[in-house]
């Protein structure tokens, strides 16, 4: 495990911060037919369920099992991701309605979707923070498989934007303030390993937990509502992509 120095700090802001950049993949939403998104988003979505399973299963809980051992603790510390992931976008979901948009005035969805983003991403910074504390390779795979699953997110998070009254000049400006909160949840993490230390090893259990859910409970069940089966084989190759690419980080030192 690595200490919070300057250099653990510089490597975790800064992939948070290019990964907070990906809040902008959201202008395609506004350039794009409707016809290319309907054939690209399967495949991000694809290879965003290997990308999260690959990091879980190939970096963070072999990890885990080498630095210290999966004792029950640690699997209690999954579970708590997986249920607290289940916890907030219950939340998320139950305030969520669409109405029509409300004439001058921001609609209540908008204002839902920007906190709800919001708390996502202060988690993800938290989750990056806590992988570059272990080491360079556990960093950069966890960042990579966090900003896989964000690009059809944050395409879908405009969209809700933009019904919901919102300017798209705005809509993205909001988007990125609210994508910037994974700097905020980095930092805190960073600071507290400086302050009270020990604190990787709990993260990176609450970070298997959180992919291990995002892929299986909002990612898969999207990938099941293609019935073609030429749509469904390019879904298995994203898939095995994304287990590959993260397969191949690993020979990273």
Known sequence: METATASVWGSTLAAVFLVSLISFSGIVLLVARESFLRRIIPVLISFAVGALLGDALLHLLPELAEEGGLTTGISLVVIAGILGLFVLEKFIHLHHALGAPAHGHLHPVALTNLLGDGIHNLVDGAIIA??????????????????????????????????????????????????????????????LEGAVGGISRPMLALSAGAFIYI?????????????????????????????????????LE
């Open 130 to 191: 806590g992988a570059f504390l272990t080491n360079t390779r556990l960093g950069v795979a966890t960042a990579a498989a966090v900003a896989l699953h964000e690009i059809p997110q944050e395409i879908g998070d405009l969209g809700v934007l933009v019904h919901a009254g919102l300017r798209p000049k705005r809509a993205l400006a909001y988007n990125f303030a609210s994508a910037l909160a994974a700097l905020v949840g980095a930092t805190i993490t960073l600071a």
């Open 215 to 251: 892929a299986g409970a909002d990612l898969i069940p999207e990938l099941h509502r293609a019935t073609d089966w030429r749509v469904s084989l390019l879904q298995f190759f994203g898939v095995s992509a994304g287990f590959a690419v993260m397969a191949a980080l690993l020979l």
